[in-house]
């Protein structure tokens, strides 16, 4: 029996927090996979809940506050949101793991790489010696590509440049070689030629473990250079799905359009002011049922469609608009009309 096309599927994912205003939904509905080998962008504005999506997948949201309300997270057709603790144990790390978005949170500040590192194999795998597990860490740290692995298990995050310590993240999210890895932000902070080294080395890690990665990012050059789909998110829903190319050359969303054309490019008129987005993503509270990028929309249709019965109370779907391309079915936000 052939495995599945997807790794992962979410459907219908809603998550929300308890406040001292009251529940505030964060993720409203959210759907996509995650194909084998492949990788995934969820991109969009700080807040839009790309995080909490990945938090959510991985069980780690903050308790008690965080909840899902409604949806499932199928990992190879495992309900994770129905897993038992001791389940999600055996598969974080082994099945799926997370490259967290700042390495020095993500490191235990007062031990070693190597003892980080090994307690990893040592948790999924009791068996294993001390020895082999030390081993194991220092191939696992030339694997990612830092010098002198054998120095470095005996250091202190501290000790290592930030381009280093991402490595060593990197190095402890994929030891036990995972079917999916999500990594949030994973390039926040570095420089560009760091960047553009630690988004080569997990292509190659990619290609050499057949693994699949979420990328979520802001970052829609990361997005251009990584990934084969993706998914544009405001305001906790689902804007608009499709590969990259379609994404980028075939924008159907004005959100997406927007994002797109505030890109800094190389060809543009020096000293000029860079297209923005008006206003501003609204808060958690004051989330309409309408689509929810309609108040910003540059669209002639958008003052009157706010003023409409149908932004107060119809949740727009998504409309397929050519083969694995999905657009919020809304025409005041759409870039020209569909209907």
């Not at 590192?117 to 830092?146: F, R």
């Not at 979520?216 to 190319?245: F, K, N, P, Q, W």
Request: charged content about 20%; overall charge negative.
């Amino acid at each position: 029996m052939e495995p599945a096309k997807n790794i992962l599927e979410v459907r219908d994912l809603v998550i929300a927090f308890d406040t001292d205003a009251g529940q505030v939904t964060a993720v409203d509905q959210v759907s996509f996979d995650v194909p084998r080998s492949r990788t995934l962008g969820i991109v969009g504005e700080s807040g839009c809940g790309k995080s909490v999506t990945a938090f959510s997948i991985m069980r780690l949201l903050p308790q008690p506050m965080g909840k899902v309300l409604r949806g499932s997270i199928k990992l190879d057709g495992i309900d994770l949101l129905k897993c038992s603790q001791k389940q999600l144990h055996k598969i974080r790390g082994a099945r799926i793991s997370m490259i967290f978005q700042e390495p020095m949170s993500a490191l235990n500040p007062v031990h070693r790489i190597g003892k980080q590192l090994s307690e990893i194999y040592q948790l999924h795998n009791p068996e294993m010696t001390q020895k082999d597990a030390w081993e194991a860490s220092i191939e696992m740290l030339h694997k990612v590509g830092i010098p002198s692995p054998e120095i470095r298990v005996g250091e202190y995050p501290h000790q290592l440049s930030g381009g280093m310590r991402q490595r060593v993240v990197i190095a402890i999210a994929l030891a036990l070689k995972p079917q999916l890895v999500i990594a949030d932000e994973p390039t926040t902070a570095l420089d560009v030629t760091i960047q553009a080294q630690i988004l080569d080395l997990m292509k190659s890690l990619q290609h050499e473990m057949g693994m699949s990665i979420i990328m979520i990012t802001h970052d829609l050059g990361v997005i251009a250079e990584t990934c084969d789909r993706v998914v544009v998110m405001y305001a906790g829903r689902v804007a608009e799905v499709g590969s990259t190319d379609q994404i980028f050359h075939n924008p159907k969303h004005l959100y997406t359009q927007g994002l797109l054309q505030s890109i800094p490019r190389l060809e543009n008129t020096r000293k000029v002011t860079l297209p923005t987005i008006s206003g501003l993503v609204p808060g958690l509270a004051e989330l309409p049922v309408g689509a929810r990028f309609a108040p910003r929309s540059p669209s002639p249709l958008a003052e009157d469609y706010l003023q409409s019965e149908e932004f107060k109370t119809i949740r727009p779907t998504l409309k397929e608009v050519e083969p694995g391309h999905w657009v919020e079915n809304c025409p005041a936000v759409l870039v020209d009309s569909l209907y």
